[in-house]
Every structure is written in C-alpha cells, then in structure tokens.
C-alpha cells in the first residue's frame, strides 16, 4: 500500500479552476432562489473565489463567462483578481441567450447568424488576449426539438465549418475546448452530444482542439472514467467540468453523488498521464448551487476533489497490475477499492496545515466572518445569474 | 379488422383539457424565448385555448394555475371562458415558486410553512368552487439535492398529514388528484417520484383522491401503459398529463418523440375502461412549447391525441384475444400493430367535417388570420410565462 | 461523531442469508464459465456457505432454490447444514425453466398450467414445512416481449388470484415474499415490474405477504433507498436480494459498483427499523460470480454489507436531524458523508478478532486450505449451475 | 408528398442480410426453449433464410458465425447456399465462447490468448476467401466486470495492436467492420462501448475498417439516427445489426419496440448516401426469437425494415428543407411524420406482386407447409444454438 507521505508532493501539484457563474443565482426552470449575499459584480464574484482559493489553496484560477462578466477593461479585471490572489482562467462563450440564436447558432443555416456566433467567439478570443487566458471553451446548446426540424446532418458540416474559422483566429498558445452534451436545453438531437463528436470534431481542426469533458453530460450508465482513459490515449482531454448528478445534467457538488465514481475518473486521470505536472488537462468546476450557500458549496467541491486524488494516488499501482496480470480479479479490485476506503481526512489536515492551510478548510471558513460581512454589505444591486 | 365506421361515435367522446400555461412563454433554465402574439393575461390565455376548441373540437376546457392565473372573480373569469366556447377544467396549485418554499412545502419541517402551503391549496379549492372546477391537481416540486439534506421518511410523513387536512376540505363532488415525478426540480429524492408513492398517498386519503399520470415523468425504459393498466385496475387513474420525451421531462408535444407509446397508453386506457363515458379518467396536456409556436402547437397535440386514440380504437380486440389465448405471438403482435399502422387521417378528415369541423385544423386555424391578428394585437405589456 | 464502540452491539445483531446457486456457476447467454471446485451437490453448496459463516461470522443461512436444490430427504438437509453450522432460510420457487412456462406461469390464460404453477408453490411450502423455512420468495420471470402479445391486464388479475391460493397454503409463522424486477427475461412488460406493483399485490393477500426488493431491479437512476423508506413505512419491506449492477440486472458483489449507495440504503433500514433485532426485513444476497472465484466473493460480499452497515450506523443522526431542521444543506450533507468517510476496517477486524473470528477473513480464508481442498476433491460429476 | 411510384425503384435496391443464428434456438440466461423445427446443421439454417428470401425477395444472403457454422467445405457451403438462392454473407467471429477467453481475447494481457484470438480471425479470413464473403464482423464480448480488474488503457492499446494483424491479413475486396456494444456480457466496462470507440480504432486502421451500428448497442436515451449520419459522415459506417430493443440489448424483432426510430433511422441513411447503390453500407438483423417462431420472426423483420425504408423513402425533402431553412419547426416536423404515418402496406403488397413475389409474404408462408414440413422432418439430433 502507499502511503501518504508518498503522494504528499504529487497532491501540491492540483490546481482547480472555478467558474465565475458559481457564485451567483442559480436554478431550475421552475424557479431561481436567491441568497444573502450573491454577487452583484464580477469584481465580487471573483473575490469569492478568491476567497475559495485563501481557504483551500487549490482553485488559483476563476473561469468567465462572456457575456456574463462582461467588462469595459479586462486587464484591469485580470489586475484585480491578482491583486486577489488568484488568476483569470477558461473563457467560456454564451451562444444560447440571443433571440437569433433560437434555432442554432454556430449550426444555423442562415450564414449571418453563423458570422455573428463566430462574432462573438472572435470577442472571446480578444478578452483571452487580454486576460491572458489559455483556453476558449466552447459549450454549443445547439440542437432540435423535433425529429424533421432540422437536417441532422448539415449542422454538422456547418459546425466543422465554423470551429475551423474560429480555431484559425487562436494563438499558438490558445486552445479550443469543445464540450459535448447529452441533451438540454434541446430535447431531440444536440450538435456535440458524446465525445465522439467532440473528438472527431476537434481533431479535423488541430492539436490545440481539444475535448471538454463534463461528468454530468452522458447518458445514464456511462462509463465516464473509459472516455477520460480514451481522450488521454488520444491526447485529446484537454478538461473536465466537474459536477455530479443522479438523473440528467443535475450539476450537484462533484463527488456527492457518487464518490467512487470521481475516484475512478480521477484514477484513470493520474493512469492517464493527465494529471498535475504530467499534462494539460484542466480541471473546473461546472456547477449550480441552487439551494445550498455557494461559497461553502464552492470548497466542499474542491476538497472532494483533493480527497479523491488523494485516494487514487494511494492505489498501489504496482500490485494492482501484478493482480491484473495474474487474472486475479478479486485481489485487483480489492487493491483498488483498498486505496478508495482509505480516510485521508487527517492526513490531509496536516498536509495543509504543513502549507499554512486551515486543517479544515469549511470550519475556517464558516468562522472567518467572511460570509456574514457580505451578507452585510451586498445589499441592493441585482444579483448576479445566468444573464 | 375493426372499421372506422365502427368507432366513430367512440371518438365523439374525446374531451381534452389544455393547460393555460402552454400559451404562455416556457423555456429552459438556459432561456425563455419570447414569441410575437403571446397572452399577456389569462383572458387572452384563455381566448387561445377557445381557438384550439373551435378548429378542432377537441379541447373543450382549459386548466388554470395559480397564481400564475389568478384573477379577483372567478365567476366572471368562468363567464369569459364559456363566452368565448370552453370550461374551466382542473385547478393546478403551486408550491414552488415562493421563497418560503425552497426546501419543501408540504413536507417542510417547519409546520408554519406547512400550513402556509396547505392554505394556498385551500384557496385554490375556493377558486374551484367559484370555477365550478372538478379536480385539485397538486404537483409537489419537492424533494432534496443530497442526500442527508433531509429525513425522506419523515418527509413522507408529513406529506401524508398535509394532504389529509387538504383532501377534507373538498367537497364530494371535488377531487384530489397527486402527481408523481421522477426527478426535477429536486436532483437527489423526489417526495413523491413513482406511481407507488402517489398510489399509496392517495389510497389512504378515499375514494376522490387519486392518481396523475403524466407521461414524461419516469425513469428511462419505465413501460407507462403497464401503469396506465395498473392504476386503471385499482380504480385511481384520475388523469393524464399528456406531453413526449426523448430524455427527461422534455414537455414535447404529445406523440412527437414515441406515436407507438402514445397508441399503446391510449389502447391500455381504452381496454382498462378509462376512455370518454366509460370513465373518469380527465386527459389533460401538460407541455412546453419553447421554440414553436404555441397554438400550432396544442392543436398538433390535440390531434395526435385523437389520431392514435382512433388507431387504438381500431384494434380488432376480438381476433387480438384469440390469439393471444393460443399463444401466438406473432399474430397477437400483428394485430396489434395493423391497427397502429392504419393511416387514419383520411377517414378523420372526413369524420370532422360531418361534424361541421374543419377537416384540416391545423391548415383552418393557419388560413385564419388568429395568429396574425395576436400577433398584431398583442403589443406592449408583459408576455405570460411561468410566474 | 457516534464512536465505533457505541456500535459494537448493534454489528452483533447482523444475519446474512447467502444464497445457494452462487456457488455453483453462473454466466450470461453467451457462456457460463465453470471452475475448479464448484459444488456437484447441495450438500457440497451447503458446505461452502458454511465455509462463509465460518470466516465471517455473518452468514448463518443459506437460501435454497428448488428444483435445483431438491432432493430426497429436506430434514436430512436440514440436519446436514447444521451439522456445517449453518441453517436452511428462504425457499426460492422456480417457474421459468419448464417448457409450459414460455409465455406465463401464475399468470398464464391456461388454467391448467397456473396450477401446475400454484402446485410447484405447493411444493415449496412443503419442502419449507420440512427446513422450518419462514420465507417462501417468489420471482416470476413473466411478461412479454412484444406488444400484444398479452393482456397485461389479465394477467395481473390472474396473478392475484394465483398468488391468493399460494398464500392461503402458508401457516401463520410462514410468510411470502414477492419479488419485483425492471426487465429480463422478458423485454417489453414485466408482471411485477416495480414496488408499486409488488406492494398492491401483497397488500391484497394480507399480513404475511411482503417486498422483496432485488438491489439490481430498478429502471436506471431510481432511488433506491427512498424506496427502502417508504416501504419500511408502510410495514412492507419483507426481504433484500443484495447485489450491485452498472447496467441492468448484473448480479455484481454487492457495494462494488456503488458503495456510497449501499450505505444510504443501510441508512434507511437502521432509520425505518428494519435492521436487527428492529425488524423482520431479511438480508440476502442474489449474485452471479461469473468470472471471480465464489466462496471469496461471497466473503467478499457479506463484508462489504458489514462495513457499509457499520459506517451507516455511525451516522451522528442527533447531529443530522438537527442540521435537517435547521435546513442546513451542506451541514446535513457534511455530517451524512463523514459517516460514509470513516475506515471502519481496523475497527471491524478488532471487532471479529474479539468475537474469536479472523480479524481478515478473506485473508484467513485464502490461507485455510478450502479452496485448494474443494478443487483437488471436487473431479467428475456435474458442476452445479442454474439447472 | 412524394408519391409511391417515385420510389418503386429504390426500393428494388434494399437487400437485407439475415444471421444464420436465427433460425436456431435462442434464450436468456435464464432458458432456452426449443421449438419444432429448429435446424439441426449450417445447411437447415441457410435453407430457413433461403424461404425468407423466397417469399419476401429481400433476404439475398446469410452470414455465417465461427464457429457455430463451421463446416469442412466452405465452398460445396456456398454452392448449397447458391442452389437455395441466397448468398453467404458477412463472416461473424466468436472469441467469447472459450475458456481462454474468459478475462480477453484481443485485449487479454496474455500474448499467447491474443494470438490465439487473431488466429481465430485468420482462420474467419480464410473461410472468407472459400465463400466469397465481404465482411469479417468482429464483436468483442471482451471487458471487466469490477473496477481495477483490468486496465482499460492497456487494452484498448493492445486492441489495437491486434486490430492491425487481422487487418493486414485482408484482401482489398475484404473489409474488417468491429462492432461496439454499451454493456453485457462484461457489466463494468466494455473494450468497444459506443461509437466513437469503434471509429478511433478503425479509423487508425485503413480505409477498408468500418464500423457496425448494432441498434440495440447504445445506453437509454442515445439519438441513433444522429450516430449513423454522422459515421456516414466520416465514411465509416460499415454495416448495420438491426434489432429492436425497449431496455438492453434485448434483439428483439426490428421495428417492434419502436418503428418511428426506425423510420428515422432510415431516413438519415438515405439522406446520408447509405442506401442501396448509393453507397456501402450492409443492412443485417442480428435478433433472437426466444419465444416466436423463427422463419415467420425474420419475415416481419425484413418487412419491417422495408416497410420503414419505404416511408422514408416518401419523405417530401424538397419541402422538409424549405421548411428547416424558413425555421418552421412544426411544419418540418408534420412533412416528416406525414411519410411515417402513410400506410405503405397496400402498395407495397403491388409492388411485390409485381415482381413475381406473394402480395402477403407472412400469409404465403404459412400457407406454403414449408413450418410444417420442417416440424415434421427435423426429428432427432441437437437443434443449434449459441454453441
């Protein structure tokens, strides 16, 4: 068995992205709840994170949403945040909110609505320059509704058409990352439903097209750690939305609905060579946190996902090739499940508090004040959401 | 082979009721798009509903929700309503868009909020009376996201005192009518997620208290005319929310996703004794109409309704029995199909007409100059939708 | 936090009943694989359930299925497992391998092989009479695959009064337990498809009538332990088959593909007082070992309903309810999930090592000689399957 | 609305392979029932698909699976097959069935079970040469069924190095087509699960490996028609398995379960270049008719296909693209479900009585004797199965 001291250093080199959208309003079709002490500003969004980030030590970057964080001054936006502590991340384009876009977008077939979302996608890429961003993520909530209503087919060529136009405009050290989904908010066909849109997609465009993998888009029974061993094989992952769900796309905190699940993707991630230090995949968070309080759901999300990396990273992985190897499949599954039912709750304190981390990052928090003062001052104003 | 002749009269007994909110804007939580001719109040809610009536004479009644329909007198409202051709049918409570109601309504753990949700199911029980309404539909949006949140049991529980204190308030000529939800809003549990739990809830209230089904509500593969059986022989099919899905609660028209699944419902509820004067089983839609037109839209489910109802009239039950007493499986399965495979557009066409209807509702209602005329009207104010 | 000494008593309370065939070989459609050592004989199945017992502690009964566990002389069974130290529990009937069962047994149109159905259950009876077996547990493997091709209607009001007649067979100390499942073998209706259905049809027999819910048995995404309250509420829970599945019906080691959801499911037995000494609900285990070796997966299985039974009951449910009332989300969530957190392992060994067990019983098992002894002794005959 | 007459001649260019398998005996892995008639050898199998063939002119050939129809001389095969008026088809490999494979076969981290694996498809290459075939289909069972049991990574390399042998031994007329399936027999994970796998490993091969779209393959709630236009989009969908599925891979009849998916299927094959002469695409059944009686199980299958093709043939596409282009959802909708719900049958029963084919194939067959004639005559021996 490892232990603990072992992986001490591999666990220095996670770094979680947060999404901006976090910590304002979210909801259902139903209804959106709001809550003391939402954001009303980029600025306080990413004081929030930051704040994540001074409890956790592991969420240094915040990703926007255009045009949601929309700003007049992005390097002063980007001065901000590191004046914070913490950095600007993924750019997320928004192709979905504009009465044009009703029936598709980078998809449709009137080219002037294609030339618009290629537009915007165009703006994405002007604010990455000035933030300094890596990544554009793509999210494409393009689909149909109707079996008939729309020619299956052509999108896809449309589609092809307009990443390339966009994927031409990147730097070399830009990347597109495509997103696919299951379905929501169209509910017959989606553009990029699976990643093997998503992958032949991007890999028509070049090596900095890469697949975003949100643990939340499949279909019911997927194996989602075989897709990320796939991608990682293909050299294709380029990041993960994390989030989990029971049901559809229910973007609950990631690990809460299936722990052993996050440890397996998170295990074929490290096996995969795309963990940390070893490679480029980007690890964000995708969630809603519709009734819960949203910083507090922000750090549980982030240490769910240090405390399954920790786990995985504890797999012996030599004696679980050995039983593999020797077709021993109780034994191989015992060393695997050995590493996921180890605590490494106290160890992990100490670990922080090794770095000048609170050993228990929520009580910290909880106690710090934090969320009463800005449950105090964030009055009036209108809450951020998802417009 | 069953003629069409033959089921003619049978079809004459068709009622179903619309809902008023699928004239209203509906959406995903990503968007509501808006459309030019939408009701701003519920008279214009309820003058499209009447059209819907008058080029199909199929929906004589709309259902109302409240508070998305309130108005100060009811009376007047019933008045408007049979002015303008139709009833008002079932009355839908909500409990799910106050504040108050974030982590439960009927469920709650706090009795005064309880009791807040049990009054508005008082009031609506005062709207049916002024109405003349026959059904209280209550779908409980209530649930948790994680598990620990809540006590599930305890929950279940309460729900049953709450809908006691409800169900004594009707009067006998009133009914209560649970609907159950597999999932959404609510991620991790649903109060009341299955057929069983509405089942059990409502057996225990009395004979007027009983089950809706609403079609897109279930777990993926869940075989719905199995239920429809089911409930039809326990004598608690109260109603159906018609709409279709391919994935999760899609609120597709009718028939659009699965025609053979809505004509396999429709022959359980016809051979279960369900249909027109055999019973007293309401068919209601329940649907969302985000990116097509909304009157198009109701009248293309009506008609699908109607469509696969004749089919399933037509099938030969006799020769269908006999096969399946001799175990042919084949045959039985023939039969059954031949009828689903009838294409009895034709016959109903003419059929209409005899009843002084147009034959092609959806052209008649297009060739009218309804929609133009909404739309050219209808400026100015604030479109309906889900609040 | 509730401590694991606080716990220790409750553990003691634990009885698992480990079912007959799974030492014997299993497999899919395309191909059953034997190995060396499997039973030829009751007798030798017998032997090895003992051999679980003996490692563990947990394992005091084994479930037979007749016919493939018939023979001659039951009270002479019954002396040989007690002589093994174990007892004979539930008797399983099987009316899915006779030719006249193709298209239904309780439920088939022909009067003459529903009795031939109502009489194997006869047998059973007897044969309960015979072992002082308390449950007879009854799987119908009937439905149909197309369409049409059965009354599904019909068919449950057969079941019924076939079921009637069975029940009436049983003495006050025996009880019937019904057993729902989603699909397979049949794959378009299912005659006892879900809880609802099981419940109203032993609802309908009277007291000894009860659940058996099969952990597998779900239409995908259903929340099992919501189902586990509820019918622990309404007094119906007779039995578990426990086992665990990504898919469909896999028949997987219990709590290997999805740990956290067997420990909410424990969590709700404990909470609805069916565990122990509380309650009546039995525990067993349905599963195929097709491709692992048998008596360690079935070790394997009852430990890992023993851990996750130890780390439900150390919920901190004073702390819980609390948080549940205050409506603290993350707190409830927080205080569930440490429960689920804690590494009982090096507790639970202390725990068997002072009830003069092995404190690693996989371990003391691989090292005792069975395995090697069975499979030098166990040459010629007829390795025991599913016939 | 296209009428009928237009479509006459494409629908002269369908040709539908049938699986040899079939026409044998079949079940679940609960039971196998026999039935009268069943073949006993490879020449009784190809003379049942010889009177699909004759009485419906669709089924012109039947593929063959190795082992299950090894024979001494593929050659005197062929000329048994010819002389009945039908072709022998695809070449079907089986590395499932054989204690070596227990754990992997192309995958197994045993060099010497992977030789013999693709010894195996040598040997299927060989027996392609003797009988003229095109197609070697490969499906693997090939998975895990417990986490850390293997390593999915490893495989999917070595599937790949194995992949190359077997297609270097091929012909430039012959082609290697791997079929991928989402589940069953592994119950963890699948070597090749869904599509996008299929095609990154065919797609590092040549140009002459394809894919095979087995209907019945996806996880709930998979939009198909979506998968085969878009392989049709990248030229690399192989060949079809049609079966109808309501839950897993149930193979049951095409079409029953839900003949509006095929139609749409259907129709994205069209519209993508996969019909008839159009391209390459091979239309086979891969079913098991557990319960109904074989031959009469794959005449409606073969009906079933051409009657789906027929009304997608019907599809207005003039009229449906104008209508997606204008954005008219529920007009494009209605011109597609227009050709879906015109009944063919009529004109289709023309069409073959036209060509020297009985109007009712189902009907002239079992007035032909030919079910009682072989009930009568195949008395004694082992019916075939899966072995």
New interface residues.
């Given amino acids: 068995m490892t232990n603990f001291a072992d992986i001490s250093s591999r666990l220095a080199e996670q770094e979680i992205e947060v999404p901006s959208w976090a910590y304002g309003n979210?909801?259902?079709?139903?209804?959106v709840?709001?809550s003391p002490g939402t954001p009303r500003t980029v600025e306080e969004k990413i004081a929030d994170a930051a704040a994540v980030h001074r409890f956790t030590g592991l969420a240094p970057r915040v990703a926007l949403h255009i045009p949601w964080d929309e700003v007049d001054d992005y390097a002063a936006l980007r001065r901000y945040a590191e004046d914070q502590g913490i950095g600007l991340g993924t750019i997320n384009s928004n192709t979905?909110?504009d009465?044009d876009y009703?029936?598709g977008a980078l998809t449709h077939?009137d080219a002037k609505i294609r030339q618009k979302a290629i537009d915007h996608h165009f703006a994405c890429i002007d604010v990455m320059d000035a933030t300094g961003s890596r990544d554009l993520k793509i999210w494409l909530?393009e689909g149909?509704?109707?079996?008939?209503?729309?020619?299956?087919?052509g999108r896809?060529?449309r589609l092809a058409e307009s990443l390339a136009t966009i994927y031409e405009r990147l730097s070399d050290e830009q990347r597109l990352v495509l997103e696919y989904k299951?379905?929501?908010?169209a509910?017959?066909?989606?553009d990029v439903?699976?990643?093997?849109?998503a992958?032949?997609q991007v890999a028509a465009l070049g090596d900095n097209a890469l697949v975003c993998l949100d643990t939340g888009h499949?279909?019911?029974?997927?194996?989602i750690?075989?897709?990320v061993?796939?991608l990682?094989?293909?050299g294709k992952l380029g990041s993960f939305d994390f989030n989990s769900?029971?049901?559809?796309d229910?973007d609950?905190?990631v690990g809460?609905?299936?722990?052993?699940?996050l440890f397996?993707i998170l295990f074929?991630v490290i096996?995969?060579g795309g963990y940390g230090t070893d490679g480029d995949t980007a690890f964000m968070l995708d969630q809603c946190h519709?009734?819960?309080?949203k910083i507090?759901?922000q750090i549980?999300s982030v240490l769910n996902v240090q405390?399954m990396t920790a786990r995985a990273l504890l797999v012996d992985t030599a004696a679980?090739?050995a039983a593999?190897?020797e077709?021993d499949?109780?034994l191989?599954?015992?060393?695997?499940?050995d590493a996921?039912?180890?605590?490494v709750?106290t160890d992990l304190a100490a670990w922080r508090e090794e770095r000048g981390l609170p050993g228990n990052p929520?009580q910290a928090y909880l106690a710090s004040g934090y969320q009463e003062q800005i449950e105090a001052e964030r009055v009036g104003g209108t809450q951020a959401g998802?417009s």
């Fill in positions: 979210s909801g259902t079709r139903f209804k709840f709001g979905f909110q009465d009703k029936l077939t909530a149909s509704n109707y079996p008939g209503q729309a020619d299956i087919r896809q060529d299951f379905f929501e908010p509910f017959y066909h989606t439903p699976d990643w093997g849109t992958y032949t499949h279909a019911p029974g997927t194996n750690e075989f897709i061993a796939q990682l094989r293909l769900r029971f049901y559809a229910d609950l905190i809460a609905a299936d722990p052993y699940q397996r074929e096996r995969g519709n009734i819960e309080k507090p759901g549980r405390e679980l090739t593999q190897e077709g499949v109780l191989a599954n015992e060393i695997f499940m996921f039912y180890t605590d709750r929520m998802w």
